[in-house]
């Protein structure tokens, strides 16, 4: 029943502190619903949702007009009449303010808080809110950067939009205002059961709070919502299907706290989602600080309320659980919560507060010491030294040298041998310390310089300062900072065991001494004191520690060595490049480095290449590259000079031919200008013009090739602007074309012979009919079994050319197979190859009868500037000896097999795999939306590339749906790289892009 309650006698605003539980209260759906009816007129079903201390149902409400969704909410009693006003005060002030949150709805009596009293007696307060429909963030797996991004926006609009407001009811104290963090953890940490996790809540908190009492009393404080996390606001999915957000809810913590306290818990909350990259994170400090500019102090603060946040979270849902055993809503939580205090955590302080003035562009806390500095090792400049290059550009790496355990050691054994030192560069991403392709970036960014010596060399002071004996070697602090010298250091350890000794600049403190004839010294340059400086750091931390640290080379008086810099190359690129050049990715990584199926980039970072169809044998093959390097440096012109290598090269490509019968070749430099070639000779072999191409297909830039090129991705027009002479037929796609199943082939036909007939009966006469023997471009689909004979005898039979284009599908790729048209059966009369046959070298092939060669010879003469020169020629032999002595075109058979057996699996608990297309290692994987209605899942296949590249693995769209993981990989693929892809895809499906 309803009771008018006075609640003006509640005049006080929640302390936490004085020990009032927060025990939900009781309240059934029926209650619910019963209450929604009297109090405000609203009838419907009732659904709880969830909550750690109110109760909250959403009530679905049939009406004229469709159904209404609004929001029954019970408040915690401990919780005052002036607190829930001020809650709508801020509602209606940021809905004016254009911003997406649920705003009070009248009683009946007009009031927006109300009382009830049930039958047994229980007091409620009770209000109403309209419903903000959206899927919430928190059981997303995976956040992308934008998705980061917007929420750090949306924290940073609603502080933006809360400043100046003033309000006494917000002058609570609530165990969620961070400035009561220290309290609060004391106070509840005995309700955490397991020892040690309580024994690293006490030290990381009272670490956390030390670090805060430095500035707590310079940060800004005004209102602000306390608990904008993935679990408060809400979103609507995208075209991707990915929850983009746009509305916050329950501002049930909104009090007054310190501004930076919104941003700390919005950061906490995403770490929960990429608790393994928590410098991911960061995307939304920027989004935040370009609406609200955080201050030094707020900076330095930042992440330890981002612990703070994470501690308290977890004794409350302790505390919780132990006061209310049966809320599921927090029990759900705990293992949540403590995900996100161990990520948090696990960032040494300092680091954490460099990453984020790195993120903010902000200039460094600690800057670097000026000198001059005495060189450290003169040895360096009186015996001479060679610096050791370990980029990824380093020629001393080739032919996956960088892959050998001992592979530094080795190479400064080597230049010891033609110099007195060596030095590997601080600063430098070392390939030496890259892997395999995995999910997780490796630690290859040097924060040391390491030195070798051949003799014995003095170590001088590059400063004044302390010198202390550490574990492994020395360090020096002074007001230039701290350097450290670790390795065959020789120091008098007696005047050092007390705390250490001064020493002024340029004096000496101790010795290298050779070691097996080698003295190695690691030395880093902290600039401040108590900063531990790792020897290496994962690239994404790198801008973090250079905050951090300075450059040895400084302090041993030699230059230092440059980096890459990705976004200038990116703006290079942009300033001299089409629009129309495509290019992969938003954030595209920059490649300098191939080997095997591996691409790496600039920071060391390999990934596994699925894409790269055109290097057939693999990246940076040593015999490839031999073999080339020798004919360049004897001969390379053109093919009309008489030279052997063109010979020795087109008798070994015909070695392959699929029929005696093919027995002529015509080298060029592409797969465009084979196919051009192959339709220009169908047209002077036959003296007709027209040619029939399949729909869906890509077959080159040229004029020509791209008149016959109809997919439309590629040309969105490409059905609407074909030239007279091009006649389009449908696409023989049995998955998702005109038609499916059993028959579907002879249907297909049927249509093809329904076609010619029309041209007959209109005088027209086809020169030719050019398709792909397997569907490359709609991503390895597989034609019907007979399509392909049935098609060429009807077009032999009008006197036509059959050309086959083997560009992308052919020459060993399909295991079993050397050619598409085995697979089909069948003879071409003409077969334009490229991409793989010279690996990525400029070279391509049109291989026919002899007859319809020299057809060509009524135009004139032809040759190829590129093509068929002796350095292409050789660059074919290379190809094809590699292929044969490694067992490449097995290899594809066998772990192409594999790699489609275990996609299959995948697709069986991953409802998105709509089919797996191609053989060999030439394979589709079809995104679905639907498996009933085949909707293509195409936005969300862009966005899985964009993660699966995240993930180590580069992966690209096909089909003109855009809706095809085209994995078309070096032919070297190994059994491990596809478990990798294979783990990486199922990832990226269950968790999100």
């Keep these: 029943m309803h009771h008018a309650r006075d609640w003006d006698e509640l005049t006080t605003v929640f302390d936490f502190f004085e020990g009032r539980t927060l025990v939900r209260p009781d309240v059934s759906t029926a209650e619910a619903e019963l209450i929604a009816a009297e109090l405000f007129g609203v009838s419907g079903e009732a659904r709880e949702l969830g909550s750690n201390q109110d109760r909250n149902f959403k009530i679905d409400s049939p009406g004229p007009q469709g159904v209404i969704s609004v929001l029954l909410k019970f408040d915690n009693s401990a919780f005052s009449e002036q607190e829930i006003r001020a809650q709508h005060q801020v509602l209606q002030r940021l809905a004016e303010r254009g911003m997406k949150v649920p705003v009070p709805v009248a009683s009946r009596t007009g009031d927006t808080v109300c009382a009830w009293t049930t039958e047994d007696g229980r007091e409620l307060r009770v209000r109403m809110l309209t419903f903000i429909e959206g899927a919430s963030l928190v059981d997303q797996g995976y956040l992308s950067r934008a998705v980061i991004e917007r929420l750090g926006a949306l924290s940073g609009t609603v502080v933006h939009e809360l400043a100046g407001h003033r309000d006494e009811a917000l002058e609570r104290t609530l165990q969620w205002d961070l400035r009561n963090a220290t309290r609060v953890i004391e106070r509840l940490l005995p309700d955490v059961a397991d020892p040690l996790r309580r024994g690293r809540l006490e030290a990381v908190g009272s670490a956390a709070s030390a670090r805060l009492e ?395 290449d699925m894409v790269n169809n055109v290097s057939g044998v693999g990246h940076g093959h040593p015999r490839l590259a031999e073999a080339v390097n020798r004919q360049l440096l004897t001969l390379n012109t053109n093919s009309r000079f008489l030279y052997r290598s063109l010979a020795d090269f087109t008798e070994r490509l015909l070695e392959h031919s699929p029929d005696p019968s093919l027995d002529t070749v015509l080298l060029v430099n592409s797969g465009t200008e084979a196919v ?99 569907l490359g471009n709609a991503g390895g689909v597989l034609l019907p079994e007979g399509y392909l004979d049935a098609v060429y005898r009807e077009i032999r039979a009008r006197g036509g050319v059959c050309i086959a284009d083997e560009v992308q599908v052919g020459y060993g790729r399909l295991g079993d197979h050397f050619w598409g048209v085995q697979q089909q059966g069948v003879v071409p009369d003409v077969i334009a190859i490229a991409k793989a046959m010279g690996n990525a070298y400029p070279l391509g092939a049109v291989i026919t009868r002899r007859e319809i060669a020299e057809s060509l010879a009524r135009e004139g003469h032809f040759f190829s500037s590129a093509g068929g020169s002796p350095a292409s020629a050789m660059a074919g032999l290379a190809v094809l000896d590699v292929m044969r002595d490694e067992g490449l075109q097995q290899n594809a058979s066998e772990v192409g097999a594999y790699l489609i057996g275990e996609v299959e699996r995948l697709a069986r608990h991953q409802p998105m795999i709509g089919a797996v297309h191609g053989m ?53 693929l190994d059994r491990e790289s596809v478990d990798h892809f294979v783990a990486m895809l199922d990832r990226v499906l269950t968790e999100g892009w």
């Design 676 to 774: 051009d070639l192959a339709m220009r000779l169908a047209q002077l072999h036959t003296g007709r013009r027209d040619i029939m191409a399949m729909r869906e297909a890509y077959h080159g830039w040229s004029m020509a090739a791209d008149a016959v090129s109809t997919s439309a991705y590629d040309n969105p027009n490409a059905l609407l602007n074909r030239p007279d002479w091009v006649h389009v037929t449908d696409v023989a796609n049995t998955y998702r074309g005109k038609y499916r199943g059993a028959d579907a082939g002879e249907r297909y036909l049927e249509d093809f012979r329904a076609q010619l007939a029309e041209l007959d009966a209109s005088g027209v006469q086809l020169g030719g009919f050019i398709c792909e023997s397997i």
């Design 214 to 608: 430095l500035v707590d009393d310079r940060l800004p404080v005004q209102a602000i919502h306390g608990d904008l996390t993935d679990d408060n606001v809400i979103g609507t999915r995208d075209a991707a299907g990915r929850i983009v957000p746009d509305g916050i809810i329950d501002f049930g913590d909104l009090a007054y706290g310190w501004r930076v306290a919104e941003l700390a818990v919005t950061v906490a909350s995403i770490l929960h989602h990429r608790s393994d990259e928590p410098l991911a994170v960061f995307d939304a400090v920027r989004a935040f600080d370009r609406i609200v500019p955080l201050s030094d102090e707020e900076i330095g603060a930042l992440w330890p309320l981002v612990v703070l946040r994470g501690a308290v979270l977890v004794v409350s849902g302790e505390h919780q659980v132990r006061l209310e055993a049966s809320n599921e809503y927090a029990l759900e939580r705990m293992e949540h919560e403590w995900t996100v205090f161990e990520a948090a955590a696990g960032i040494d302080w300092d680091e954490a507060e460099a990453a984020i003035r790195a993120a903010l562009g902000r200039e460094p806390k600690h800057p670097l010491a000026a000198g001059p500095f005495h060189p450290m090792l003169p040895a360096l400049h009186s015996a001479g030294h060679r610096v050791i290059d370990l980029s990824v550009t380093s020629p001393l790496l080739h032919e996956g040298r960088w892959r050998q355990p001992d592979a530094e050691e080795h190479l400064a054994r080597a230049a010891l041998s033609e110099s007195p030192a060596a030095v590997f560069a601080y600063g430098q991403h070392r390939l030496t310390r890259s892997d395999r392709p995995a999910a997780a970036e490796p630690a290859t960014f040097a924060l040391v310089t390491e030195v070798f010596l051949r003799q014995e060399a003095v170590l001088e002071a590059p400063f004044d300062g302390v010198l202390r004996a550490v574990g492994g070697g020395v360090e020096l602090a002074g007001d230039a900072g701290v350097v450290r010298i670790e390795g065959d250091v020789a120091v008098d350890e007696t005047a050092l065991a007390d705390g250490g000794v001064m020493v002024a600049k340029g004096q000496g403190f101790g010795t290298l001494a050779p070691v097996d004839g080698l003295a190695r010294a690691t030395i880093s340059w902290a600039r401040a004191d108590g900063i531990r400086v790792q020897a290496f750091v994962v690239p994404s931390r790198a801008a973090a520690w250079a905050h951090l640290t300075g450059d040895p080379a400084e302090l041993l008086g030699i230059d230092r060595v440059a980096g890459f810099d990705p976004v200038a190359e990116h703006e290079r690129r942009e300033r001299v490049f089409s629009s129309a050049q495509e290019r992969y990715y938003e954030r595209p990584p920059q490649i300098e480095r191939g080997w095997r199926e591996w691409l790496v980039d600039t920071d060391g970072r390999a990934y596994l």
């Design 920 to 972: 060999g290692l030439y394979v589709g994987i079809e995104l679905v939306r639907d498996r009933d209605t085949l909707e293509p899942a195409k936005e969300e296949t862009a966005r899985i590339c964009e993660r699966l590249l995240e993930l180590g693995v580069i992966m690209q769209a096909t089909s003109e749906r855009q809706n095809v993981l085209k994995v078309k990989p070096p032919l070297c």
